[in-house]
């Protein structure tokens, strides 16, 4: 076994963030090193032109700045698909209109339910932020879109919403409206786990033919899949998101290139922490597809790691 030896990281004023990453091979930094060889994987993915590439991320981050971060890939088109979860909607949409606001973990959360605050891990989201200010704007955009026809996919509702977007001053901040914008389809297989499913819900009563067609999202998910040659994600935390996309994965013989970032441990037998290794063995990446879990937290390490991927692209 060839033994390779471990050397410091050197820094400089000036250098570029990329300079730094590619570093971390050398250095032999515990996560680093991964984190290293995710961006080469990310880079070599998207310069892969047979490659479909997906996008699967929680709603969490979302309401932080490293929304930035996904909506730069979207406005780049360095991603052909999404698949996310409904808190996306919630959090892209809200913040359109409204401000979510710096807080602390280390809080007293009854006194934040009396002052109408929602706490998300550090982030307060005012009620007037959040559930009000999304019922305002949702509902009147539902009614218009009933009238054009009573039966919608969540690709076919994303897109609707992203359109409304174009005249707010603040769409091109959006996750939806650069999906809208640049057709890149955002499939939301947990549609009703959010404010803006509650929404739809509160529509449903009095419009009993609205309905939400998930069958026609797995079919195009289906032709998309199909017609590929190659597939590949990025896969940012877990839950639905990350097992909708490599679920779909499996019936293309799996993906051929992965990055997973996680903060999730595997040992409880989640899916969240499952790391890449476990997914071959379903047949949801490939025996030789170039993979890797990054273990940190994704506000930390996706910045970083963007950052590095846009300074060789």
Known sequence: MKQEIVKDIQLRKGMKIDEIVKQLYDSGGFTAKKLAQGVDIIEKMIEDKNCVKFLSFPACICSTGTRGVIKELLKKKLFDVVITTCGTLDHDLARVWENYYHGSFMVDDKELYKKGINRLGNIFIPNKSYGIVLEKKIQPILAELYKIKQKWSTKELVWKFGKQLEKEKNKEESIVYWAYKNK????????????????????????????????????????????????????IGGG???????????????????VYV????????????AQTREAISWGKIKEEADNVTVQGDATVLLPLMISALFERI
Do not use: C
Not at 241 to 250: E, L, N, P, R
Not at 264 to 270: C, H, K, L, Q, W
């Open 262 to 273: 996680t903060t999730a441990v595997e040992y409880d037998g989640s899916l969240s922490g």
């Open 184 to 235: 890149i389809p955002m499939f939301i297989p947990g549609i009703t786990d959010g404010a803006f499913g509650s929404q739809i819900w509160m529509y449903y009563q009095e419009h009993r033919d609205f309905t939400i067609d998930l069958l026609k999202d797995e079919q195009e998910l289906s032709d998309i899949i199909f017609n590929s040659k190659k597939t590949g994600a990025l896969i």
């Open 240 to 258: 639905i998101s990350k097992h909708h996309t490599i679920w779909w994965a499996q019936y293309r013989d799996g993906l051929d290139y992965t």
